[in-house]
Structure formats: C-alpha cells, structure tokens
C-alpha cells in the first residue's frame, strides 16, 4: 500500500510562494534527476559520483542519491523482495523529485531491475526531467569486478533474490543513454555522461531573463 493510498482527505497541498522556476534561475540549471540503472558492479555508484563531482566543478548543485547509500538510513527498513524494492524506488523518486523542486539536479544509482518501477519513478520524478541512463556492463565483466564479493556469495547461494543471478533485470528499452563501461574509462564515461546532462540543464535565454516576482 502506499502512502498516496491511506492519505486522509482533510490533507490538502498548501502552496507556496517560490516556484521550482524561481529556484532554476537562482542557480542557473534545469534541475533535472539523471536516473542511473545497471547491474550491481556494472559502475552506477562511481559514475555518479564522478558526474556529481564534475558538475559541482562548474558550478552545478546537485546531489547523489546512491543505492547502498539511501539503504543505511531513508530505506533501511526495506529488503530486496519484488515489494520492497518496488517501495525502495518509489521513495527514492518522491525524494528526487523534492530535491528537483528546491532546484538541485539528482543522480540517483539504484539497480532498478524492474521496467515497471522504472516506470513509476519517471511518473513521480515528471517525464521531462527524468534522463534515463543504462549503465549496460555485460555481467561477465561485473562478476569479475566484484567490488563487494556479492556475486561470489550469491553464486555460494547465500545472497537469495540477487540481480542477474537468480533475479531477473529488466533491460529499459528506450534509455536517453547507454554507457557499456567495460569498453571505455571512468573518465572517458563520465565524461559522456557530463556532456548529456550538460545539454540537458542548460536554461534558455528566455528563462535566464526571467525575473522574480514581487513580494511584499
Ligand atoms: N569505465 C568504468 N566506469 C565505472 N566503473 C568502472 C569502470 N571501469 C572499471 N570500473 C570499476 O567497476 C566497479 C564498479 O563498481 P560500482 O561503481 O560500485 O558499481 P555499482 O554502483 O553499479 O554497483 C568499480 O570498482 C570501478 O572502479
Ligand atoms: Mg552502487
């Protein structure tokens, strides 16, 4: 059940009196949440991270919101089962679009396995600044990989419901990007990646002359 499901209907939205526009052209982006999905290993954590840092060297606000990360606080109460991950990616998206809201652009590094709840977040995070990005690493490279031995232990039978392993990945069918890491450099890859969202948040003239409302 989610949230939206046991929601009282004396609840009503209050409106404030800064727009999400009014924030854009404060820091000088189109906020926008780069949606990163792949394998485990497949280099989801450190591209976001490298892009995060390149953004921020050019004078971008954004902000990581990264699988394992998230895990340890926001979603610790949730597992790996279908539902839980269904509700892991539906809270990350609710977060991705507040932060999109106050103006941040977003990285988020999530497996994502499921189309379905891919999906749902670009619903929640809104079609136009959703930028879907497929880190497509072929699994022999990530088992090789291996950071965190979590292919090993899965292989062993003692990580069940493991990704690529005995859970399926849902391919997205139409990424805005395809990124195979096992054929170029975390440099040269972010570099990509910065080159995309960099057309991506860039405010037309229009919207850099926009200007302020009056407050009183
Ligand atoms: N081109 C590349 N891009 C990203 N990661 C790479 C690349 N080449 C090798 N790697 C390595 O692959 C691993 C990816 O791990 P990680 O970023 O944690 O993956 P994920 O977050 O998708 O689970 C890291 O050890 C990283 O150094
Ligand atoms: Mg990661």
């Known amino acids: 059940m989610s949230s939206d499901d046991i929601k009282p209907a004396h609840v009503v939205w209050h409106d404030g009196h800064v727009q999400t526009e009014d924030r854009s052209y404060l820091l000088g982006q189109r906020p926008i949440t780069v949606w990163l999905t792949g394998l485990s ?10 892009l995060e840092r390149r953004l921020v060297d050019i004078g971008h606000a954004c902000y990581v919101l990264d699988g394992d990360n998230v895990r340890h606080g926001l979603n610790k109460d949730l597992g790996f089962s279908c ?31 499921y189309g379905d709840d891919r999906q749902l977040a670009r619903e929640i995070v809104g079609v136009e600044n959703f930028v879907e990005v497929y880190v497509n690493t072929p699994i022999e490279i990530c088992e090789a990989r291996d950071p965190k031995g979590m292919y090993r232990r899965a ?31 975390p440099s040269e890859c972010a ?26």
């Open 41 to 50: 290993a497949s280099g989801k954590s450190t591209l976001a991270f490298a």
């Open 83 to 113: 539902q839980d991950r269904n509700e892991n990616i539906r809270r990350i998206a609710e977060v991705a679009r507040l932060m999109n809201n106050a103006g941040l652009i977003v990285i988020t590094a999530f497996i994502s396995p």
């Open 191 to 216: 570099g990509k990646l910065l080159a995309a969202v960099i057309a991506r948040i860039a405010l037309s003239e229009g919207e850099k002359r926009q200007t302020f409302g009056d407050s009183q």
């Open 155 to 185: 292989r062993a039978g003692q990580i069940s419901g493991f990704t690529g392993v005995n859970d399926p990945y849902e391919s997205p069918g139409r990424p805005d990007l395809t990124i195979n890491t096992s054929i170029a450099s």
